[in-house]
């Protein structure tokens, strides 16, 4: 059954947490097929995996491409708590996502539309629709928390 953006996005949410809970920047994803199933989760990981890659968008994709049988996701949509980055952005498109649903724009490396549109370069044989600023408020609401209270524990570590 198909539902609503924010639906999905809570559960991208979910993920989020996970993420911040293993001490890792709070960013969830969530791979949604067109029957409205979620086929694919992930949380921000590079840290604690040693893997540069291992951002939400990129494990989640991994996880449903493992559960279909298919590096391509035709069909398919992903929920992201914070705008894709170049690198992310470059592995939906290469899963043929039908589009993408972020929450927060990410100033400094957004590549959706906070620093470029990759998605609507000319040159890419594929399209992904983008819907960003689901939940927007609260997903950079838990990001600002997550950052000051990094900052706060690096001025108590200082202290001492």
């Not at 409205?36 to 991994?62: C, F, K, M, Q, W």
């Not at 559960?67 to 996701?73: D, E, K």
Request: hydrophobic share 40%; charged share 25%.
């Amino acid at each position: 059954m198909i539902r609503s953006d924010e639906y999905y996005m809570h559960r991208a949410m979910d993920q989020a947490r996970r993420a911040e809970q293993a001490g890792e920047v709070p960013v969830g994803a969530v791979v949604v097929d067109a029957a409205g199933d979620i086929i694919g989760e992930g949380y921000n990981a590079p840290v604690s995996t040693h893997d540069p890659s291992a951002h939400a968008e990129v494990r989640a994709l991994r996880d449903a491409g493992a559960r279909v049988g298919n590096y391509r996701l035709e069909g398919c949509r992903l929920f992201v708590t914070l705008e894709p980055c170049l690198m992310c952005t470059g592995a939906i498109i290469h899963a043929r996502l039908a589009g993408v649903v972020y929450g927060a724009a990410e100033p400094r490396s957004g590549m959706v539309e906070s620093r470029a549109n990759l998605f609507a370069q000319p040159w890419y044989n594929h399209r992904v629709e983008v819907t960003g600023g689901v939940l927007a408020t609260r997903i950079a609401k838990q990001l600002k928390g997550f950052f000051h209270q990094r900052r706060e524990g690096q001025r108590d570590d200082s202290a001492g």
